[in-house]
Each structure stands twice: as structure tokens, then as C-alpha cells.
């Protein structure tokens, strides 16, 4: 992971790399006033597998989802990873600190949501277990396990989640997101 944070001219300011947890896409990533979170959903490549012919991403639901959190005055090397059940999210909506608790809202789903992307026992596609739903997602930072609890926000199933700029890292009243009709 590399962790990078411009000044607001554009100026490279800091620039940081750590491990994941393992090789798994990351397509996004959550930020608030306190605190950034890396997500490694276990939508996975391995060396091996590529040079045998097969696929470069493939879903594995019997590995975790990890969330890496840090504090943004912190150093990298300080970042802490909890470990939650497979899941999957591409886009967050807002994140914000209270104290030692992350509040993540993002689309998340049992699986990947893209059908090309097949799972790694043969399982056939799920598409009401791929829908991302909108979540509130809490990691409790003083528990050992990270306590991560989810609260659905939304009834419809979607992505492209945002709220207007002057609300993120902030709670916010209004946010929106494109919603996916299951009928």
C-alpha cells in the first residue's frame, strides 16, 4: 500500500508503504478528519495462478476482509488491522471519526459484484448476495477485534455513493447514490 498526501498546491508531502494483509484488490479507500482506512476485500491475485493461465482476480469468500486503520498524524508503521468476515465494497460515500470509533459509509456486498470476477471454489454467481447495499460500517479502534458492527442506510441496492464536498469527514444530512432497481 502506498500512502500518499498532497499539500493543497499539489505538493507531494508525505509518502509512506506498508504490507497488506494479503494481495487483494483495493480500489478504494476511507479518509476522516482523524483517521484513514484501507480496505482489503478478498478479491485476490496470486503469482501462481497467473502464470498457470488463470484469472488475475478471483473472489475467495472463505478469506477475510481486513480494515487497516491509522491516524492521520501517525506514521504508517503504526497502522492497526482488523480482521471482519468476506465482504466486499468499491466505493465509499463518508467517513468520520468520533474519538477512538469509525464510522465508514459505503456500497458493501457479500461478494464482488461483478460477475467475471468468479469465485475461487466453482461457486456460482449470486447476484443478491453481490448487491452493495448503502452501510454504516463502525470499527470501535479500543477493541482488540475492532467490535465492527453495520447498519444499513438504504433500501435499495447501488453504487457511486457521494455527498456534497463541504460534508466529507464530517456527519452530513444529505447523501447520493445510483440505485439499482432488483426488479
Known amino acids: 500500500?502506498?500512502?500518499?498526501?498532497?499539500?493543497?498546491?499539489?505538493?507531494?508531502?508525505?509518502?509512506?508503504?506498508?504490507?497488506?494483509?494479503d494481495a487483494t484488490m483495493m480500489h478504494d479507500f476511507a479518509v476522516s478528519r482523524d483517521h484513514v482506512v484501507f480496505m482489503a476485500f478478498p478479491t485476490t491475485t496470486d503469482i501462481e495462478r497467473l502464470k498457470a493461465g488463470g484469472a488475475h482476480w478471483v473472489w475467495d469468500g472463505s478469506k477475510p476482509t481486513w480494515f487497516g486503520v491509522v491516524r492521520r498524524d501517525q506514521p504508517l508503521s503504526a497502522i492497526k488491522w482488523f480482521r471482519w468476515k468476506a465482504a466486499f465494497a468499491y466505493h465509499v460515500m463518508n467517513t468520520v471519526s468520533h474519538g477512538n470509533r469509525v464510522e465508514i459509509d459505503m456500497m458493501l456486498g457479500g461478494r464482488n459484484p461483478f460477475p467475471e470476477i468468479e469465485a475461487i471454489d466453482g461457486a456460482p454467481y449470486n447476484p443478491e448476495e453481490a448487491a452493495p447495499f448503502l452501510i454504516r460500517l463502525s470499527?470501535?479502534?479500543?477493541?482488540?477485534?475492532?467490535?465492527?458492527?453495520?447498519?444499513?442506510?438504504?433500501p435499495m441496492p447501488g453504487e457511486m455513493p457521494l455527498t456534497a464536498a463541504v460534508d466529507q469527514m464530517r456527519p452530513y444530512r444529505i447523501g447520493y447514490y445510483a440505485g439499482i432497481d432488483p426488479s
Do not use: H, M, S
Open 1 to 21: 500500500i502506498a500512502y500518499c498526501v498532497e499539500d493543497k498546491d499539489g505538493n507531494l508531502i508525505r509518502e509512506e508503504w506498508t504490507l497488506a494483509p
Open 139 to 154: 470499527i470501535d479502534l479500543d477493541a482488540e477485534d475492532g467490535n465492527i458492527q453495520t447498519k444499513q442506510l438504504a
